[in-house]
C-alpha cells in the first residue's frame, strides 16, 4: 500500500493529500504515476504544492497537465 499514492480527500496518515485532479489523471499516465510512486514525501508535496499554487480551477488544470508532461518524462515540474 505504501507504494500507492493516496487519492481523495481528508487526511492521509501516510503523507501529503493527492488532489483528486491529479489522482484522476496520474490514473490514466502509468508511466508518470510510476515516477510519483518513487519521488520521497517532500518531492511529493512539492509537486502538489506546485498544482495548488493555481488561482482558479483553469490554472490548476493546466499545472496538473504539466506536471503529468513532466512526471511521464521522469521529471519534476517544478
Known amino acids: 500500500m505504501a507504494n500507492s499514492p493516496f487519492i481523495g480527500i481528508g487526511h492521509n496518515p501516510e503523507g501529503v493529500d493527492l488532489p483528486l485532479g ?38 490548476a488544470r493546466e499545472l496538473i497537465e504539466t506536471a503529468i508532461n513532466s512526471l511521464r518524462d521522469g521529471q519534476l515540474p517544478l
Do not use: C, N, W
Open 22 to 59: 491529479l489522482g484522476m489523471r496520474l490514473a490514466q499516465e502509468p508511466r508518470a504515476m510510476d515516477t510519483f510512486g518513487s519521488l520521497d514525501e517532500e518531492q511529493k508535496a512539492q509537486v502538489v504544492g506546485y498544482i495548488q499554487s493555481g488561482a482558479t480551477g483553469d490554472d
